[in-house]
């Protein structure tokens, strides 16, 4: 007769806490939801917060003048090979007639 009460308790028991758990569960789905999204969210924030701090119009312009300036020095460069490449060429032809 102990046996069957216990047996009978025990039995109750399991289905109250599985009926708990069943009418708590779509309440769980929701909180874990909310975490992924808040972890993700937070992520991004830190992301976009760094890069704020390192972004700067100043640096990128900067950068954009210098890489411009190097072009027009390699350019000026080349201008001055071919221009006295030119003057060593007419000084020889004058030189020639002379």
């Excluded at 025990?10 to 109250?16: E, R």
């Excluded at 992924?36 to 976009?48: A, H």
Aim: charge should be positive.
């Amino acid at each position: 007769m102990a046996n069957l009460i216990a047996i009978v308790i025990l039995i109750i028991s399991v289905l109250g806490i599985v009926l708990i758990f069943y009418k708590k569960l779509p309440l769980l789905n929701e909180v874990q939801l909310v975490k992924k999204e808040s972890k993700s969210k937070k992520f991004v924030k830190e992301i976009r917060k760094k890069v704020k701090e390192n972004f700067s119009y100043d640096d990128i312009l900067q950068r954009f003048f210098s890489r411009i300036r190097i072009f027009v020095l390699k350019i000026e460069r080349k201008v001055d090979i071919i221009l006295q490449h030119l003057r060593k060429k007419t000084k020889e032809e004058k030189d020639k007639k002379e």
